[in-house]
């Protein structure tokens, strides 16, 4: 178990270009989910998938933004032509099913972050 | 809609001191609550956790109890040590934790030898 892992670690890009992260969830966790913490502020709560299936998303989570998590393991997050506002640390973060066995169920596992700053 | 809403830092403390971090909550039904700390550089770790009212969750000396009276969930560790400076994060989830966490804007705290 090597924990939720994402990467990059760090994105510098200039307005109007796109980004993507990355996020491995934990394995075997069915659950998976992105959150945004601006500076000084908690994470806000974007979207989650289950498996493949995307279930929530945030008003937070404007046109520009997409999620896939094609085949229920990894996650992507997508900006497409990023603003000034966008820049912030995108958390991700996974849960096991309610089924699994011998591990707390209903806790989500954090990865560090990619820190997107927008030029 | 849930919101969480804790005491504004930083705060300060000597080694030694006793440490209450206040959170309060606003949710529908019979949310779980959450402390989640961050230290510098690292992300989100669960400190702990309570599922029901009167519930006290506790971990590494914390501690904090699940109030439905008074919607709180208030942090408490009777000896703090330098190795908790850390932003501290009150949360919640209506769905036991299997979907959104509603979190609170953090309490960074610096412990003082």
């Known amino acids: 178990d090597t924990g939720v892992s994402q990467n990059p670690r760090h994105k510098i890009t200039k307005r109007g270009q796109n980004v993507t992260f990355r996020c491995d969830p934990i394995s075997e966790h069915n659950r998976l989910y992105w959150y945004r913490q601006t500076l000084g502020q908690g994470p806000e709560f974007l979207t989650y998938f289950q498996n493949e299936a995307q279930l929530e998303k945030s008003r937070l989570l404007s046109d520009r933004f997409s999620a896939e998590r094609p085949k229920g393991s990894f996650s992507t997050l997508e900006i497409q032509r990023t603003e000034q506002g966008d820049s912030a640390m995108y958390l991700c973060a996974s849960s096991p099913p309610p089924s699994a066995n011998r591990v707390p169920k209903n806790i989500q596992y954090f990865g560090a972050g990619t820190r997107l700053s927008v030029l | 809609g849930n919101s969480v809403t804790q005491m504004e830092g930083p705060v300060t403390l000597s080694e030694e001191a006793f440490l209450t971090i206040n959170c309060t909550y606003t949710?529908?039904?019979?949310?779980?609550l959450f402390w989640y700390v961050q230290y510098p550089g690292e992300g989100l770790q669960l400190l702990l956790k309570?599922?029901?009212?009167?519930d006290k969750g506790s971990n590494k000396g914390f501690e904090a109890t699940y109030r439905k009276e008074t919607t709180s969930f208030h942090l408490e560790k009777g000896s703090v040590q330098v190795s908790d400076s850390a932003v501290y994060f009150c949360?919640?989830?209506?769905?036991?934790?299997?979907?959104?966490?509603?979190f609170g804007t953090g309490t960074k705290l610096q412990v003082i030898p």
């Open positions: 949710a529908t039904g019979y949310p779980s």
């Open positions: 309570a599922t029901k009212a009167d």
């Open positions: 949360a919640l989830s209506a769905y036991g934790g299997y979907q959104k966490v509603t």
